[in-house]
């Protein structure tokens, strides 16, 4: 009878090993008997903790206000209306929308800044923690030689992506940027989203932003995703529009009409 058991192999065939360098999902992996190897399996058990990790982890906020501040930004501190993290993962509705004292924290500031700039721990504070200060600063510098205003930044706890709106429209923002950790993988648990909207106000769908995503080492590199990010504040401004009606030009202009 012909012997089924599988062969005992420690590394994938060559043919396929080119494919770990055009991606880094598990791929190529090899086998020992019936199973993957050891490493493999322990590769997997960490990612996934670091996954785990990111989105438990709450926010390091005054690491963050304190590298913003070195920038020479202001700080604003609001949360949504998800009470802790819990509330925050089983209620995504809650984390869309701005607490009554987030609400009153943003009256007091001034109206009508061309760009409203959101942190936001979102679900991975590790991301932010990473990448949202050097983006955030690189961006900063754009708007400025571009002759745009900006709001205090808004640093929010237990977020979403479209508190954003809700923030955009209570300060009379004509754009909205959010800075937010995306949902961790398996690959990478460091990865920062970025959504830009124009004329936020609340209750928009989602159509109506932009979304420059997996901003990371590894991914789209901070200063270039802050690069990216003023292109599409440019076409914003340029057309009076954003989301699926946007045509994205290939770099920012220098001037923009008043």
């Not at 322990?42 to 709450?58: C, E, I, K, S, T």
């Not at 609340?202 to 292109?231: K, Q």
């Amino acid at each position: 009878m012909r012997d089924r058991r599988p062969f005992l192999i420690s590394g994938p065939p060559e043919r396929l090993k080119a494919l770990r360098t055009a991606t880094e999902a598990r791929v190529a992996l090899g086998r020992t008997g019936a199973s993957p190897p050891t490493r493999a399996v322990q590769a997997f058990l960490l990612d996934h903790a670091q996954a785990r990790q990111a989105v438990w982890r709450p926010l390091d906020i005054d690491k963050v206000e304190h590298d913003l501040r070195a920038c020479g930004a202001d700080v604003v501190h609001v949360a949504s209306r998800a009470r802790d993290r819990a509330d925050y993962l089983r209620r995504p509705d809650l984390g869309r929308s701005l607490s009554d004292e987030g609400r009153l924290a943003l009256d007091g500031q001034a109206k009508g800044a061309d760009v409203a700039l959101v942190i936001a721990d979102g679900l991975s504070a590790t991301a932010v923690d990473m990448n949202a200060v050097p983006v955030a600063q690189a961006l900063l510098e754009a708007l400025a030689s571009n002759g745009l205003t900006v709001a205090p930044i808004i640093l929010a706890t237990q977020a979403r992506v479209a508190l954003a709106d809700d923030v955009g429209a209570a300060l009379g923002a004509k754009v909205s940027v959010i800075l937010i950790g995306e949902r961790p993988g398996l690959s990478a648990a460091d990865s920062l989203g970025a959504y830009v909207t124009f004329e936020p106000e609340t209750g928009l769908p989602d159509s109506r932003r932009n979304c420059i995503s997996n901003i990371r080492d590894g991914g789209v590199p901070p200063i270039e995703a802050a690069g990216r990010i003023m292109t599409l504040i440019s076409a914003m401004f340029q057309q009076e529009t954003s989301g699926v009606t946007l045509v994205e030009f290939e770099k920012p202009v220098t001037a923009l009409p008043d």
